[in-house]
């Protein structure tokens, strides 16, 4: 009997192989080795207090590993990119006041390999970061916030906008005393 004249079969049991299962609990994995069934493990991404924040990360990376085809990794974006460039063309940044400070005296704008040194990455890689292609590396784009004073992380409205000074002087809205502690009512 030829490939052609062969009946197709459809369903799960028509090769005689059994079909893949989650065992939960030593007990059934060591009875599943005792039989000789192939026993696969697999990380678990999420485990304590991760598992709790919502992120689909872990998700996301259970799928990669799982698929056969190439996936594309979580990059910046062009937006993100844009507000890179454009902040270190601008002469106003912390960086560009401080290698000012430093060289001549007169702010201009930074360099990308004056901001990749500052960062301790390489020209390419932050030419990467301006075009939108870099993957997602939160480490290094709070670097450059700080360097370069915009955001650079967090939602998209607030891409590009300056970072607000920290200082060790906290300034209350209202000018005045504080009144966090204070009951509500004080009987007048």
Known sequence: MSDWDAPLKIGSNHNGSTRETVVRGNSK???A?????????????????AATKSTTEGQRLTKVDRSDD???????????????AAARNNCESPLAK????????E?????????????G?????????????????????????????????????LLGKPLKPRGKGK??????DSTKGKGKGNGK
């Not at 080795?33 to 207090?49: D, F, H, I, Q, W």
């Not at 594309?72 to 507000?83: C, D, E, F, Q």
């Not at 401080?98 to 005296?105: D, E, P, V």
């Not at 300034?171 to 005045?176: A, D, E």
């Open 98 to 105: 401080r290698l000012a400070a430093a060289g001549t005296g």
């Open 121 to 157: 990455i390489k020209v390419a890689d932050l030419q990467k970061f301006e075009t939108g292609d870099a993957v997602r590396h939160t480490a290094t784009l709070q670097q450059m916030e700080k360097l370069l004073g915009v955001k650079l992380t967090g939602s998209e409205e």
């Open 70 to 84: 190439i996936v594309k990794l979580n990059t910046i974006g062009i937006k993100v990119g844009k507000a890179i």
């Open 33 to 49: 080795m005792r039989t000789g069934s192939v026993v696969a493990t697999e990380k678990k991404y999420a485990v304590g207090n």
């Open 107 to 119: 702010a201009k704008s930074v360099t990308q390999s004056d901001l990749a040194k500052a960062i």
């Open 29 to 31: 994995l060591n009875a």
């Open 171 to 176: 300034s209350s809205k209202t000018g005045g």
